[in-house]
C-alpha cells in the first residue's frame, strides 16, 4: 500500500479521545483503527499482532540478521477532544504552488498567516476541510512506521529486531500509563510524532499543573459596601499577580509557561486551571513558587482561606536520562546524516509518550512526521516530508 493511500485511510477513521471518560481507551472508536492496524501488520508478517485490553496494539518483526540492536517504534491513535475528528475529508494539494488554499467552510491555509507554507511550492500536502481536524498528528507517524515496515520486509532488508506499539489516548496524556513494557523489550525507541521533519527531539517540557479556588463573600449589592468579596475579580488579580512575560503567548523554544487553559466564576466562587511548563526543573520550582506567592497574597488581602492552590506535577523531561545514554540520539542522527539531511535537533514544547517511556526504562526520543498546525483546522501534511520519515527510519531500523 502506497504511503499516501494508508495515510488517507487512517485520517479518515475517528479516533477522538476524551479527556472526561476516565476510562481506557478513552473512547470506543479507537478500537476500530486497531483492529484495523493488527489485520494489516499480520498481513504484513508480524503474525503475533495483537490489541490489549488497554487498546495497545503490538507487534515484532523478527530479525533476519545478527549484529543489529532491537529498536521500537511508537505512534498513537487518537486525536484531540477539543477539535471534531470526525467525518474528516481530506483535501489533496499536488504540486502546491504557494498561493491561499481554500480548505472550506470559510477556513484558509493562507502563506502570510502560515510562513512555512512557503516552502512548500511544488509539494503535495494534505489538509483539511476546514472543519475538523486532519488526524496527522498522528496518523502521520502510523502511516509512516508502517511504509517502513513494509518496504522492509518487501525488499528484504537486513534488519534487527523490531517492536511496534500503537498506543491510544496520547492527546490526554493517559494511555501511556498503562503500557506494558513487558511486551516491548528493546535496546531504545522513537516516538515518530510532530512537525518539520528536520526536527529531532529528545528532551521535552518538565510540566505541573495548578488548580485554583476563590472562594468570595456573596452579598446584596445594595449593601455591599466593604463586606463583598467578589470571587470572579478576585481570580483575575490573582492572575494579575503572575509574570506577565511567562504567558505562552510570549515564549518560544527553551522559555517556560504558565497558561490558563480554564476560567469559570460567580460572584462567591471561581475556579482556575494553569498547566505550568518549564525544561528547566528549577524554574519550574520557581513557577510553582510564583503560585503560593499570589495566594499568601491573597489571603493577607482579604483573608486566610480565600484562595487555595493545589499544584500537581505531570511529567518530567527526558532529557535527564537519555543524555546518560545517547544511543538512540547518535543512531537518528547517523540516518539524518547518511540520507544527506538537514536535521536539527530542537526541544518538544510539550510532552510525548516517550518522555514517559523514558522514564519507565525504554530511551524514546522522537522523530518528526512532516505534519503542520496540529490540533485544529489548519492542520496538514507534507507526503514529500512524510516520504522523507519513511527512509529516516528505514536506515535507523536497518544501519548497524
Known amino acids: 500500500m502506497k504511503l499516501l493511500e494508508r495515510f488517507l485511510k487512517y485520517v479518515k477513521i475517528n479516533t477522538m479521545s476524551d479527556d472526561n471518560s476516565g476510562l481506557t481507551p478513552s ?8 483492529h484495523i492496524l493488527v ?35 511508537l505512534a498513537h491513535m487518537d486525536t484531540i477532544p477539543e477539535v471534531s475528528g470526525k467525518n474528516v475529508d481530506p ?23 502560515f510562513p512555512i507554507l512557503k516552502t512548500k511550492v511544488s509539494h503535495q500536502l494534505v489538509t ?10 498522528d496518523k502521520a507517524g502510523i502511516a509512516i512506521i508502517m511504509t517502513a515496515l513494509e518496504d522492509i520486509i518487501t525488499n528484504n532488508i537486513k534488519h534487527g529486531e523490531i517492536k511496534v506499539a500503537f498506543t491510544p489516548d496520547e492527546e490526554i496524556g493517559t494511555g501511556i500509563m498503562s503500557f ?23 528532551e521535552n517540557f518538565n510540566a505541573s499543573s495548578a488548580k485554583v479556588t476563590i472562594k468570595g463573600f456573596e452579598i446584596h449589592p445594595g449593601g455591599a459596601k466593604n ?5 470572579s475579580k478576585v481570580a483575575m488579580e490573582f492572575d494579575s499577580l503572575l509574570p506577565v512575560q511567562m504567558a505562552p503567548e510570549y515564549t518560544d523554544r527553551y522559555d517556560g509557561f504558565n497558561h490558563l487553559t480554564s476560567i469559570k466564576g460567580e460572584t462567591g466562587h471561581a475556579s482556575m486551571h494553569y498547566i505550568l511548563r518549564n525544561h528547566d526543573l528549577t524554574i519550574l520550582n520557581r513557577q510553582k513558587n510564583d503560585f503560593i506567592n499570589a495566594m499568601n497574597f491573597i489571603n493577607a488581602k482579604y483573608g486566610a482561606g480565600t484562595c487555595i492552590v493545589e499544584l ?30 538537514e536535521v536539527n535537533i530542537d526541544p518538544i514544547r510539550g510532552g510525548t509518550d516517550g ?15 512532516g505534519g503542520y498546525n496540529c490540533h485544529g483546522i489548519h492542520e496538514y501534511a507534507d507526503m514529500y516530508e512524510m516520504e522523507k520519515m519513511v527512509e529516516v527510519v528505514k536506515t535507523i531500523l536497518t544501519d548497524k
Not at 128 to 137: C, E, K, R
Request: proline content about 2%; glycine content about 8%.
Open 91 to 113: 483535501k489533496v494539494i499536488d504540486n502546491y504552488d504557494g498561493g491561499i488554499i481554500d480548505l472550506g467552510h470559510g477556513a484558509f491555509l493562507n502563506p502570510d498567516e
Open 27 to 34: 473512547t470506543q472508536n479507537q478500537w476500530d483503527l486497531a
Open 312 to 341: 500537581e506535577d505531570s511529567y518530567r523531561n527526558m532529557r535527564e536520562v537519555i543524555e546518560k545514554d545517547m544511543r538512540s540520539v547518535n543512531k537518528a542522527l547517523a540516518a539524518y546524516k547518511k540520507l544527506g539531511l
Open 128 to 137: 483539511t476541510s476546514g472543519n475538523t481536524v486532519l488526524g496527522a498528528d
Open 180 to 202: 506494558d513494557t513487558s511486551k516491548f523489550k528493546v535496546d531504545y525507541a522513537y516516538t515518530v510524532d510532530g512537525g518539520d521533519f528536520r526536527e529531532f527531539s529528545y
Open 39 to 73: 489485520d494489516e501488520l499480520k498481513t504484513l508478517g508480524l503474525s503475533d499482532a495483537f490489541v490489549n485490553d488497554k487498546c495497545t496494539v503490538f507487534a515484532t518483526l523478527p530479525k533476519n540478521d545478527d549484529g543489529f540492536e532491537t529498536i521500537g517504534l
Open 355 to 369: 518522555a514517559r517511556l523514558t522514564f519507565m526504562g525504554i530511551n524514546t526520543p522522537n522523530l518528526a512526521t
Open 227 to 231: 463586606k463583598m468579596i467578589n470571587a
